[in-house]
């Protein structure tokens, strides 16, 4: 079965870094709970950027990095719950700002902090079709999730931050790619309203989602080993979704794996949602932790209630 290869990543934040002790002015809690309940000690907030800007640069940084012209680009993916418009798309407003071509097919993916792992499904399948005519795809995961956080509510208010990742993908042979994903419709848990509600904040009940996420991550896990023959132990790097270093720590100890195994950078970022698990990769390459060879299980989980978990090679 054909694979699929990143061949270069790419990251963009706003320029304005929020720390925990800015929320203690609007609600009431602390830099010391938020740390200890979440690992989280700032995050990147939007003020003049749109998601679309963070979307545009983090698809240059990618394209430069692999060394691939717009003009190669043969399918243009966003993931993401927070476009600026819902119509056109995310996907069809990079396409503009940096010059892909037009008869390319661009389109954004809902699946929340999932979005990245079902972009890589959709995109590896996409790119074993007659109808690509260019060689590469671009995907990238994107959030202003600022734009739907009500600062009057401390329970998920100092939890997330924006922040865009991009990666170019072309098929291969000689890299294996496995993907499985899973949804269960359940509002009560995590929702954010769509046009017309009267508010059009994220509501969450957080235990029901740490529940969720503990239970997918653990099964994701197992599900990957159990299909690819690739024990956990021969993985070099568990890329999680960065909701919660509790989450991610209570997966790991559970499974007895390496702790220098699952890289965490939510404590500068937070939880960007569809950008988390693009960003962690994207800093991963940064450090030379994604050579050839390097094999990857990635786990994101997030509304819907969605989850996924790939196996990629590097
Ligand atoms: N500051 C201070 N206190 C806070 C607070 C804040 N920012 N947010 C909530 N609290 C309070 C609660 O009101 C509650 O008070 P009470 O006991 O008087 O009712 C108390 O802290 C404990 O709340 P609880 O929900 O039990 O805390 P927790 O240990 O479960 O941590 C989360 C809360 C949200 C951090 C945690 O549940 C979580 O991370 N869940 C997953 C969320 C997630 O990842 N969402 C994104 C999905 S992709």
């Given at each position: 079965?054909?694979?699929?290869?990143i061949?270069?990543?790419g990251?963009?934040?706003?320029?304005?870094?929020v720390?925990?002790?800015?929320?203690?002015?609007?609600?009431?809690?602390?830099?010391?709970?938020?740390?200890?309940?979440?690992?989280?000690?700032?995050?990147?907030?939007?003020?003049?950027?749109?998601?679309?800007d963070l979307?545009?640069?983090?698809?240059?940084?990618?394209?430069?990095n692999?060394?691939?012209?717009?003009?190669?680009?043969?399918?243009?993916?966003?993931?993401?719950?927070?476009?600026?418009?819902?119509t056109?798309?995310?996907a069809?407003m990079?396409q503009?700002?940096?010059?892909?071509?037009?008869?390319?097919?661009a389109?954004?993916?809902?699946?929340?902090?999932?979005?990245?792992?079902?972009g890589?499904?959709?995109v590896?399948?996409?790119?074993?079709?007659?109808?690509?005519?260019?060689p590469?795809?671009?995907?990238?995961?994107?959030?202003?999730?600022?734009?739907?956080?009500?600062?009057?509510?401390?329970?998920?208010?100092?939890l997330?931050?924006?922040?865009?990742?991009?990666?170019?993908?072309?098929?291969?042979?000689?890299?294996?790619?496995?993907?499985?994903?899973?949804?269960?419709?359940?509002?009560e848990?995590?929702n954010?309203?769509?046009?017309?509600?009267?508010?059009?904040?994220?509501h969450?009940d957080?235990?029901?989602?740490?529940?969720?996420?503990?239970?997918?991550?653990?099964?994701?896990?197992?599900l990957?080993?159990?299909?690819?023959?690739?024990?956990?132990?021969?993985?070099?790097?568990?890329?999680?979704?960065?909701a919660n270093?509790?989450?991610?720590?209570?997966?790991?100890?559970?499974?007895?794996?390496?702790?220098?195994r699952?890289?965490m950078?939510?404590?500068q970022?937070g939880?960007?949602?569809?950008a988390?698990?693009?960003?962690?990769m994207?800093?991963l390459?940064?450090?030379?932790?994604?050579?050839?060879?390097?094999?990857?299980f990635?786990?994101?989980?997030?509304?819907?209630?969605?989850?996924g978990?790939a196996?990629?090679?590097?």
């Open positions: 079965m054909q694979g699929i290869q061949i270069g990543m990251k963009a934040l706003p320029a304005r870094r720390e925990n002790e800015a929320f203690t002015q609007m609600v009431e809690t602390s830099d010391e709970w938020i740390r200890s309940r979440t690992g989280i000690q700032s995050r990147y907030f939007c003020k003049e950027e749109r998601q679309m979307c545009a640069e983090a698809a240059r940084k990618a394209l430069a692999a060394g691939v012209c717009p003009e190669e680009i043969g399918l243009c993916v966003v993931a993401t719950i927070t476009p600026d418009y819902h056109p798309s995310s069809c990079v503009k700002l940096i010059g892909l071509p037009e008869d390319i097919p389109f954004d993916i809902n699946a929340a902090c999932s979005g990245f792992v079902y890589l499904e959709v590896s399948c996409m790119l074993g079709s007659d109808a690509l005519k260019r590469y795809a671009l995907l990238i995961g994107a959030e202003k999730l600022s734009r739907i956080m009500n600062l009057q509510d401390r329970s998920t208010c100092v997330f931050g924006d922040g865009a990742a991009a990666a170019v993908i072309r098929p291969s042979d000689a890299h294996r790619f496995f993907c499985r994903l899973g949804s269960q419709g359940n509002a848990a995590l954010a309203p769509g046009a017309g509600y009267p508010e059009l904040y994220i969450m957080g235990r029901k989602v740490f529940q969720f996420a503990v239970h997918a991550m653990e099964n994701g896990i197992r990957l080993a159990k299909e690819t023959g690739v024990s956990p132990d021969e993985v070099d790097q568990f890329i999680c979704h960065q270093e509790r989450i991610i720590r209570h997966v790991q100890k559970k499974l007895k794996l390496p702790v220098e699952f890289f950078n939510l404590d970022y939880n960007t949602s569809g988390s698990i693009p960003i962690a994207a800093e390459m940064e450090k030379g932790q994604l050579k050839p060879g390097t094999k990857a990635c786990l994101g989980f997030g509304g819907g209630l969605t989850w978990a196996y990629l090679e590097f």
